[in-house]
């Protein structure tokens, strides 16, 4: 067990906005981080600085250790990262199936030249990552709409979908950005469920950003609070509920 | 009925050559959405190195392959050169710019070889063979074949092997792919170069007819806009169903219309993409854009 991520005082600014403002905390091998606060808390530019989106303004990002700053944007998956997307950033007109194959291309290792010529050694690497494919689309239940396109399947079903594929390159740590956001109360339960799974059976560290209180609450092993851009408090989710900080930012001054 | 069956065979002839150049443009627009205007004029370049080769001694069927290979790094080498510095500028900026570029080449072309129409060689007989009362031109089997081989080629590589899966992926979602692992402005560069191996597909083929000229693909690229906006400008399927209806169209319009002989022909296709813009925006084969907001 050590730390897996590392964010140490980092600040964003764009223009004269401060989005994140000195913001520090940890993420443990094995453990489950929900990312909270109130809307424009700064959640989605941490995933988008941590996943080399965006370029901070001060600070550091460590992943097991190492700076992401230092990594190109496309190698940031061959360091163990992976990320969903708010609103669902799946490749729509393409099948469920080749939605995670992209996911697991990584995993083949043969070059441009290889990987477009059918060559014996490519089929059978490309078969192998069908299979692998097809295993995380059933460990996320969704088998049964492997070759239907994206575009065609409910908002529910994409969210499963996008798991998946971000499941499939074998992550040590994944960015959730809110998996319970848009979908109904039973879908919500389920991907909690669905999501205890991939913690447990596949090992997976999570760092998720959700405004479901319910589902954090029960989900998570510890939760960081931001308020404009700052970290307010810290701690287990009982601890944070009943901390006077985060009830005023969510409730306003009593 | 003989007469009938005979222009829509040389129609699909002349409409695989516009589903080439038009499959060149859905391939740029749907990695940069943005019709890429010098296609037809990078077409026209690739095919006066092919002539180059031919008169040096090559043979057509050497020569051909070879050019398309040089096209492939020509067009990688467009991207990157031109195009990668200006990446994130505006829609406008990137129009102009491949407005620029096709003046350049074109000028280049004039500069190198001149204005005077060449002979192209064909590589076909000019013999037709008789089908049962239609008669059929070698050429125009011939130009169905090599159209029908290059198209099936990109087919399969889009769509059944593993860069062609990444190469659709980044076109679709840069910021998504990236995060995948997939080297997105690598992917765009082999999208240029594919597209203008495919684009000198179409000028090598349609040489031997026109006459070679620094602005031979000038009307040629008008059909294949027509071709890409009937199938649906996102869609490579939809290129190529879209260059052969507008190729059959053209020839029976050309024959059956009267009046419509010779230079009015082009307005047809100007005609075509005025009324599927107005009709049918999405084309045959795209889907209306939805976005969630």
Redesign the interface.
Known sequence: MGTLLEVADLSVRFGGVVALDRVSFQVEQGQVVALIGPNGAGKTTLFNVITRVYRPSQGTVLVDGRSVLAIRPHNVVRHGLARTFQNVALFRSMTVLDNVLVGDHTHTKSGWLQASVPLPGAVAAESAARKRALEMIDFVGMRMHADRPVATLPFGVQKRVELARALVSKPRLLLLDEPAGGISHEEVDAMARLLRRVHTELGVTMLLVEHHMNFVMGISDRVVVLDFGKKIAEGSPAEVQRNPAVIEAYLGAA | MQEFLQLVLSGIATGGIYASLALALVLIYNAMGLVNFAQGEMAMLATFVGYALITRGMSFWIAFPVTLVLAFGGGIVIQRVVIKPVEKAPVLTLVIITLGLATLVNGLAGFIWGYLPRTFPSPFSSDSVDLGGVFVSYRDVGVIAVTGVVLLCVYL?LQ???????L??AA??P??????????SWMLA?GWGLASAVGAVSGMMVAPVLFLEPNMMQTIIIYAFAAAVLGGIESPLGAVVGGLIVGVTINLAGAYLPGVGGDLQLAVGLAIIIVVLILKPNGLFG?AA?R?V
């Open positions: 590589l059944h092997t593993t860069v062609g899966l990444t659709r992926a679709h979602h910021e998504a792919s990236r995060l995948l692992g997939v080297h997105v082999l889907q939805v969630r």
